[in-house]
């Protein structure tokens, strides 16, 4: 018997010889691969960075008020605590106990128990300017200031 050597129907030239690496699919069942559009992806890419970047910007933005804010309002506490401990008062203050700045027409402030409503026609100060109450670090918890309220 004598063997006729195989012939291949397949033609040697449209075969891949490494069909995974084909850019397209090589079979009819297989999956279609489209190329990235490499401009698309890095546009995206970039858009969702910048949008996380900004709002973590805005976060610590916030944040950064918060703090000038509490800066501010420890600032005005220990101005107005040093105003009041240069002040006239007649007495010892208690701790959690409230009282009144006065500034007098000569320009010294006073320390009072006296609150401005129950002065009457007797009020003898030239403008009132704070109501505080002592707290237990000896600084003053500011409740009303006339100069927040007159901006």
Known sequence: MSEEPFLNPIN???VAQNPGLLPYAHTAGGAIIKP???????????KAMRQQTDRQMNQLYEQMEVLAKQAKLLSERKEISERIYD????FEPIISETYYLYEKESGQDLLSL???EEWGRSFKYSRFLAKV??????????????DLNDE
């Not at 002040?87 to 007649?90: I, L, S």
């Not at 109450?133 to 006339?146: E, F, K, M, R, S």
């Open 114 to 116: 006296v609150a401005p």
């Open 12 to 14: 040697p030239e449209k």
């Open 133 to 146: 109450t002592l707290l237990a670090d000896h600084t003053w918890d500011v409740t009303y200031n006339d």
């Open 87 to 90: 002040a006239a008062m007649g």
């Open 36 to 46: 990235e559009d490499m401009g698309k992806t890095k546009g995206r890419s970039v």
